[in-house]
T-cell receptor, first 113, second 113 residues
Framework: DVKVTQSSRYLVKRTGEKVFLECVQDMDHENMFWYRQDPGLGLRLIYFSYDVKMKEKGDIPEGYSVSREKKERFSLILESASTNQTSMYLC????????????FGPGTRLTVL | AQSVTQLGSHVSVSEGALVLLRCNYSSSVPPYLFWYVQYPNQGLQLLLKYTSAATLVKGINGFEAEFKKSETSFHLTKPSAHMSDAAEYFCAVYTGTASKLTFGTGTRLQVTL
């Protein structure tokens, strides 16, 4: 079974702090994704990566950056956390095959005070 | 651009009743369509996937979905609801690039006694 793990299930940070969310997958998937999930808005894509050191902006990249130094690991960085970044963050991975299913981690619920 | 619309943000059914969750899609390419389920405080789990092989797709936990091109629909059904089906359900469509998916806003299913 594919396993996608995220470093924290719950995280509380203060406004202005730098926040790192880590995601690791164990299936040698090329593509990895970061989403945020908010009530009534579904999942919105923040960034994705299709290879090591490669990244592309998603639909809502403002206020976020990412890092992919190893194939299995994809990090989401909030340079200066703000209260409007309080949300559920979901990581996913998949192969390069067109239309392939994405596999999700358990999510990190981030609260910024 | 590809998109999905989920009709009804909340659906309530009695245990044993038919479950019908609606999804309509828009796609400029032959679509790959997905249904995911999210149980409380968990990530998303794939229920089923349409990839043009058969219009009626069977998934896990007794769910199935029928692809209807003429109606641009991919509704999710289950003949008899169980309390354990209470969750949020997301419909998604492949965007055509880089294994990216576009998600609907979700439908929360409540199952009552």
């Amino acid at each position: 079974d594919v396993k996608v793990t995220q470093s924290s299930r719950y995280l509380v940070k203060r406004t202005g702090e730098k926040v790192f969310l880590e995601c690791v997958q164990d299936m040698d998937h090329e593509n990895m994704f970061w989403y945020r999930q908010d009530p009534g808005l579904g999942l919105r894509l923040i960034y994705f990566s299709y290879d090591v050191k490669m990244k592309e902006k998603g639909d809502i990249p403002e206020g976020y950056s990412v890092s992919r130094e190893k194939k299995e690991r994809f990090s989401l960085i909030l340079e200066s956390a703000s209260t409007n970044q309080t949300s559920m963050y979901l990581c996913a991975s998949t192969t390069r095959t067109s239309g392939s299913s994405q596999f999700f981690g358990p999510g990190t619920r981030l609260t910024v005070l | 651009a590809q998109s999905v619309t989920q009709l009804g943000s909340h659906v309530s059914v009695s245990e044993g009743a038919l479950v019908l969750l609606r999804c309509n899609y828009s796609s400029s390419v032959p679509p790959y369509l997905f249904w995911y389920v999210q149980y409380p405080n968990q990530g998303l789990q794939l229920l089923l996937k349409y990839t043009s092989a058969a219009t009626l797709v069977k998934g896990i936990n007794g769910f199935e979905a029928e692809f209807k091109k003429s109606e641009t629909s991919f509704h999710l059904t289950k003949p008899s609801a169980h309390m354990s089906d209470a969750a949020e359900y997301f419909c998604a469509v492949y965007t055509g690039t880089a294994s990216k998916l576009t998600f609907g806003t979700g439908t929360r299913l409540q199952v009552t006694l």
